[in-house]
């Protein structure tokens, strides 16, 4: 006979195997349970999956909306995954954001279908707050007995599966996978290592001037990014933007570089270095941000660089992947007095009919193109041909990659107006930069139109090479 338990003994079951923020399993009873499950299913020879939940970005819920408001936000998720459930099935909240939830008797692909469900669910609109919160979840899934045969085990490697949905964009669910693994927990921790970089001051800028090809002046410098890395020494972009791209870190890290290069860039002007035009390459996610023009406009006054000598590079996929909502932006940018530039012009999709909609100012001849001058006739002629084009379209035109003397002696005679690259001068840090600028380097046109002076040619073992990279 089973006596029932009085309200105190039921009070205290409660705060030793619920959770009190959304009224779900805690992490002692979800184990308790995972162990008969293993135990039923040794006996019965049905699997069983193991699922490992983590809200995406909920940590900006609690600090933008305020903790009351993170928990509400949790019960709710709680209620949607019971609802997504079945009654056999269990739910816990391990703790913080994570959930994680136990599917008796399931073959793999039913545990994929519930995990579709449970993003689903999880991914519809909070109406909490204004406007209202929408949340994403990432999903790892471990299967008794195809994975482990221990409860610790299993919940380890869904977590571990859960890290490569991570760090492959969220909101989605994977299977646990040896080899995958392995490679996601390296990107988390490169993820994190980078987010640190910032707060540590182990971000750089290096500055490559851009000539006039037919005065021979230094018009503009071009501010490039790079990573003092405590371990690696230093990295360029290459390595750690598609990174922090994919991880949106890229936001500050890009505000980073605007205020740096700017705050320089007056700086210099100040202390009396002849006036020059800052060029910044922007990612697609920064022009995707609300008010983007806003911010750029805050950072300028903040920084107290003029707009008028501001140059913002975007590549033809960043301006094409939403053309409308870029134009919009640039058109903004352009009435505060900011110069546009497209960026690796060639190499990417954009329709001619677009680019004449943009307010562009610059159009940088990606250096694919340079590299063919010349000995291949294709390349001289669509050089040619977009120098031409940029001409009739009343916009500057600039080589990258200028390498060689042919290269350079090809330009100025097919009438580029600049050209920026290791012949003319390589990407260097502040220093040296900064004496090239005084020294007010400059080759003179009609005396030896088709010969960039010594000096310049020098520049071209110059300090970055110094540099480990
Ligand atoms: P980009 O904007 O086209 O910059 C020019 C790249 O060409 C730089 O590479 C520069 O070092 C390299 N370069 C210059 N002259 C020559 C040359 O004569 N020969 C060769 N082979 N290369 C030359 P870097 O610094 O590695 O930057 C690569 C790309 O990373 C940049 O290409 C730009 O798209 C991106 N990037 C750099 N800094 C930033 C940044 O602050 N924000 C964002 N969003 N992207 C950046
Ligand atoms: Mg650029
Ligand atoms: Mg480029």
Known sequence: MSVAASPEIRDLRRLAYYDSVTGLPNRILFRDRLVQSIERSRRTGLSLAVLFLDLDEFKQVNDTLGHVTGDRVLAEIGQRLLAALRASDTVSRLGGDEFTVLLPDVAAADAAGIARKIIVAVRAPL??????????????????????????????????????????????????????QALAVEAVRREQELR?????????????PL?????????????????NHPRLGLLKPGRFL????????????GEWVMTRAFGRARAWREAGDPPVRMAVNVSPQQLEQPHAADRIAALLIETGFPPSLVELEITETTAMADPEKTSETLAELTALGIRIAIDDFGTGYSSLEYLQRFPLATLKMDRSFIRGLTDDPAACTLVSTMIGMA????????????????????????????????LLGRPMPEVPLRAFLQTG?????????????????????????????
Request: aromatic letters at 8%.
């Open 242 to 253: 598609p990174l922090a791209e994919r991880s949106r870190l890229i936001v500050p890290l």
């Open 391 to 422: 001409r009739n379209m009343k916009l500057d035109v600039v080589a990258e990659g200028v390498e060689t003397r042919e290269q350079f002696e090809f330009l100025i005679a097919g009438g580029c107006d600049l050209g920026q690259g290791y």
């Open 211 to 227: 000539f006039d090809l037919r005065t021979g002046r230094v018009r503009a410098v071009e501010a490039l990014l790079r990573w």
């Open 196 to 208: 640190l970089a910032l707060d540590k001051g182990q971000f750089v800028l290096h500055y490559q």
């Open 127 to 180: 109406a909490m707050g204004d406007p209202s919160i929408q949340i994403s979840t990432s999903v790892g899934i471990a299967m008794y007995p195809q994975d482990a045969a221990t409860p610790d085990a299993l919940l380890h490697l869904a977590d571990g599966a859960m890290y490569t949905v991570k760090a492959n964009g969220r909101n989605d669910y994977r299977f646990h996978s040896p080899d995958v």
């Open 441 to 469: 380097r400059t080759w003179v046109p009609r005396c030896n139109r088709s010969t960039p002076p010594a000096a310049l040619a020098a520049g071209a073992g110059g300090p970055e090479r110094m540099l480990k990279s």
